[in-house]
């Protein structure tokens, strides 16, 4: 529990990648399990904003290569994550649990437009808020909306969910079967290694910032309301 009984808010980051099951589009069996996690953290007492990505669709750098405007692309990244939460919306509504999206691109019909007081009252009031269209800007990524986001609102602490991998490892543990876990890592040196873990923008605000960040996989059953409740899992970046 954190000081004065506060209640846990936390930003949860879920990679667009994870969405789609490892393909095009969206596994809708993937995204009704990680709901029914949420759900759980959340009749726990835990106030949960989440940043969802878009990779499951399209990344503005690799639509680049095929010969499209960075800045396009970039823009038809951001709508991808859209379509990813509004399938979470879906499935968390389902399941009972009052849900808002809100998109740093606005389109009324269906989202709010991000207001970040409005977010917290929502958090406030047991609403899970689900932000879209990461910052609305070319050239940035998820990960680093997701730090941006965090600090606005208040959260305790970023949980980086990650597709195929659960936590930092001192290399590549696809490649590398001599690859170790971290249990707890710096900025500094997930910087200075270079550790695939996240950008480096999203790393340096959150150094600069001293946001907390718990890298985790999503595949492995309860772990994602196990990061939400604040279970030790994965990997701990901090000062
Ligand atoms: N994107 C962007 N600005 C943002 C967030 C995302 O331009 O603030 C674009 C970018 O092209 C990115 C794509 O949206 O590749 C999908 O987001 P991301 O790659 O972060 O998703 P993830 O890897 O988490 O699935």
Known sequence: KDAEDKPRRVLLKLSGEAFGGGAVGIDTHVVRRIAG?????????????????????????????????RSRGDYMGMLGTVMNCLALQDFLEQAGQA??????????????????LKAIRHLEKGRVVIFGAGAGMPYFSTDTVSIQRSLEIHCDEVLMGKNGVDGVYTADPRKDASAQRYATLSYHRALVDNLAVMDA????????????????????????????VGENIGTLVST
């Open 37 to 69: 996690e949420i759900v759980e953290a959340v009749r726990q007492g835990v106030q949960v904003a989440i940043v969802v990505g878009g990779g499951n669709f399209f990344r503005g750098a690799e639509l680049q290569q095929a010969g499209i405007d």
């Open 99 to 116: 849900t808002r999206v809100q998109t740093a691109i606005t389109m009324g019909q269906v989202a709010e437009p991000y207001i970040p």
């Open 201 to 228: 923008s999203a790393l340096s605000m959150a150094r600069d910032n001293q946001q907390r960040i718990r890298v985790f996989g999503l595949e492995g059953s309860g772990d994602v309301t196990a990061a939400l």
